[in-house]
């Protein structure tokens, strides 16, 4: 027998969803709601939390098919608005990648007003609906004869296009800071000598993974909102590592959980994903993501009531420290303080900046919640479950590896 008190379905749920009956909350009212009536009535109370993030989420791409030509052709090379995919998949399927960069436009561009141009564009261009040049190459054969194609196309021209994200949605990330008496040029945007500045990357307590921290609800098959449309969790997201040090409450203290997700394209509104250009460090693509968290239980209600002062995170010095290493960190802080706008490291107050938009985390929470009280929009109860822990083994650290 459970030890909690309160006890459903993702089944029931679906059912009181159906009958216009569940109460769906998102993550910043459900704070409210156990502030003021406890865990245990808002566990009977609440039937769904939702969440939200949106942030630049580099490990990104789209698998697209573009249809058979007449000669047919099997691209071997692929390039959409001058930006290379990856073309050896099949015959007309390839795999644009969101950092790729278009072909001539210099990778570290520091110049101010200049900006790259890459796949994370290509992504979003497709999604507005923009025309986008495709050329393609193939060798010839007997069966695919055609060498080389050349066209306009928008995203109704393709057979398919499929949003598929190796890692998105990080559980939580470092905030970075420079030492160094130089300003450097990161994933974690610009960074001032002498910490002048820090950057920070998550949504906090809109956050998914913050608000199920031991993957209780998420897993294979868990629908989630992807980009304005329906998406699936397909598997934990590379570099998954959920052994990472944790504070009382459960909460990561660095990267630890990620999802692997995909969706339909077509369903997707570019107003939640935008191509990205990082100065002098490249392209990258911002996705809107939120996952409904089922109130099972007492404990899932306890989970998804984090505030942003319960969820720490290490503070590293990306001039000398990077690639990241625990024991070179500068302490910590919590998304209270950072949201607030700065932070003290060392003695020294410097300004915090977020990379992700928590505006945008609640308007994404916001619509999913609609949508399931509008019935558009159901629960499904994931297959196989997030790992809680792995033997993931990071390579080497080589010292002079420049």
Request: proline share 4%.
């Amino acid at each position: 027998m459970s030890v909690f008190k309160v006890n459903k379905t993702i089944e029931e749920i679906n059912e009181k969803i159906k009958n216009g009956e569940a109460i769906i909350v998102n993550a910043e009212e459900m704070i409210d709601i156990t502030q003021k009536k406890g865990i245990v009535e808002a566990a009977k109370e609440v039937d769904v939390v939702t969440t939200g993030t949106f942030g630049t989420m580099c490990s990104s791409g789209a698998l697209i098919n573009f249809g058979h030509t007449k000669p047919k052709i099997k691209a071997a090379q692929v390039w959409l608005n001058d930006v290379e995919a990856y073309g050896a998949v099949a015959a007309v399927d390839a795999y644009i990648g969101a950092t790729a960069v278009k072909k001539g436009d210099p990778l570290n561009a520091v110049h101010p007003g200049r900006f790259n141009y890459g796949g994370g564009h290509v992504i979003e261009d497709l999604i507005s609906g923009k025309k986008v040049k495709l050329v393609a190459e193939g060798y010839g054969t007997d069966c695919y004869p055609s060498k080389h194609i050349e066209m306009d196309i928008t995203i109704n021209d393709l057979k398919e296009a499929t949003l598929l994200n190796p890692r998105n949605a990080y559980q939580n990330y470092s905030v970075a800071i420079n030492t160094t008496d130089k300003t450097i040029y990161t994933y974690m945007g610009v960074l001032k000598p002498n910490i002048a500045n820090a950057t920070y990357s998550s949504s906090g307590q809109m956050s998914p993974l913050m608000n199920d921290p031991f993957y209780l609800t998420i897993g294979i098959g868990s629908r989630i909102f992807l980009a304005g449309g329906e998406g699936y969790v397909i598997y934990h997201g590379t570099q998954h590592n959920p052994n990472e040090e944790r504070n009382k409450r459960g909460i990561p203290k660095t990267g630890a959980g990620a999802l692997s997700v995909i969706g339909d394209m077509k369903q997707m509104d570019n107003k939640y994903i935008k191509g990205a250009s990082i100065l002098g460090y490249g392209v990258s693509l911002s996705v809107g993501i939120g996952v409904p968290i089922p109130i099972l239980n007492e404990e899932m209600a306890f989970f998804t009531s984090v505030k942003d002062e319960e969820i720490d995170a290490y503070i590293f010095d990306y001039g000398y420290d990077y690639p990241l290493k625990i024991d070179n960190n500068y302490g910590l802080t919590d998304y209270r303080q950072l949201k607030n706008g700065t932070i003290t490291v060392g003695g020294k107050k410097i300004p915090a900046t977020p990379l992700s938009s928590y505006y945008m985390a609640v308007q994404i929470a916001e619509e999913l919640k609609e949508k399931i009280m509008d019935k558009r929009f159901f629960l499904t109860k994931p297959s196989v479950l997030l790992p809680q822990s792995d033997d993931y083994k990071p390579l080497k650290y080589i010292q002079n590896y420049l």
